[in-house]
């Protein structure tokens, strides 16, 4: 093994907004990208008031009454916005043990009678009655939004961390904008008799992730490449930035996508929550045969740091179907119920015998 980690790089985001800080600020980057996948991101632009705001409003959701959280249930939604029930999911055969709320960034419907199904991912989110969570749906919105805005900003400082203009991921954006998404998700104390798998290991399909682990707990792991488990706690005032397959799979395995989990909090403890937003991409592009063509000292790094190993069995469709496509088929596989309501020819497809009793994300 020529590359390992055992933690994981943190990373000044104010350096990169400093003409004399930045080269190092892109050294680390560099590095991060393409030795660990993982890093977390210090002093970034989003304000502390904001991401407050989003991290007090977890626990209020999944208070709300049972039959407002069916009202905004994510069957409803063609988009698969909404709220997903607890152990919905299996992750590596096991049940996932963990609630959500999914949402997204701003924009309308984009599907016409012929366009393929993956164009009816775009849409509206679901959000819960203002009146029972009053200021939930604009704090979230303003959230997103600044999030949106920190992530493009990572994008571009990553090309330049890589030997590319800033622009160079811009092709493989919506040119009328791109609806990334966001979910809120919660993680129980689990009950005696069930594991403490609150997701299992899996790695992000789209660009970057960026986490914010919104309750003090303990639980996210980034496996290094000697299958190690590599905690990664909570640090207050950072975002979790990860490397999700898209970006691997256009920069040709340069960057790197890491394989991570969630272990659920312990007995005796309280619920542990977070927030991921998942920076998406161009739907209609078949990225694996569409890639970056690299500063040869960038595709060196790749060759030098040696093999590394991966169990990911998922998103080699990159290279042979729209990412749109990717998407639609991970989110059938995923929730099943949403697939037999709006989508049933994908549902028959995959699901001949019925409805399971949990979709399958992994």
Known sequence: ????????????????????????????????????????????????????????????????????????RMAHSPHFFGYSRLGA??????????????????TGPRWAEGDPDWMRLWGPSQWPEEHLLPGFRDTFVRYAAALQALSGALLALAAEALGLPR??????????????RLKVVKYPVPADDASRQGVGPHYDGGFLTLL???????????????????????????FVVNIGKALETITQGVAIATSH???????????RYSIPFFQ???RDRIIGQEVLELPP??????????????????????????????????????????????????????????????????
């Open 1 to 72: 093994m020529a590359t390992d980690f055992s933690s994981i790089p943190v990373l000044d985001f104010s350096q990169s907004q400093d003409a004399a800080t930045k080269p190092a600020f892109l050294l680390a980057l560099r590095h991060a990208l393409t030795h660990v996948g993982f890093f977390y991101l210090a002093h970034h632009s989003v304000p502390p008031e904001l991401v407050a705001a989003a991290a007090a409003f977890c626990p209020e959701f999944f208070a709300l009454p049972d039959a407002e959280k069916e009202r905004v």
């Open 212 to 238: 914010l682990q919104a309750s003090p707990h303990r639980g996210l792991q980034v496996q290094n490449f000697a299958g190690e488990w590599i905690d990664a706690p909570p640090m207050p005032g950072t």
């Open 297 to 362: 000292e960038i595709l060196k790094i790749k060759e030098s740091r040696g093999q590394l190993g991966s169990d990911s069995v998922n998103y080699a469709e990159y290279h042979e179907v729209p990412a749109g496509m990717v998407a639609l088929v991970s989110r059938i596989k995923s929730h099943p119920d949403v697939a037999q309501q709006h989508y049933p020819e994908h549902f028959q497809q995959f699901f001949p015998d019925g409805l399971p009793a949990h979709g399958i994300a992994y």
């Open 167 to 180: 622009d160079a991921f811009a092709r493989f954006f919506e040119t009328d904008g791109n609806q990334d």
């Open 280 to 282: 998406m991409i161009r």
């Open 261 to 271: 989990r969630v272990l659920s909090p312990e007995k005796g403890s309280t619920p």
């Open 89 to 106: 999911e299996l992750t590596k055969g096991a049940v996932d043990q963990r609630e959500q709320f999914d949402f997204g960034t701003s």
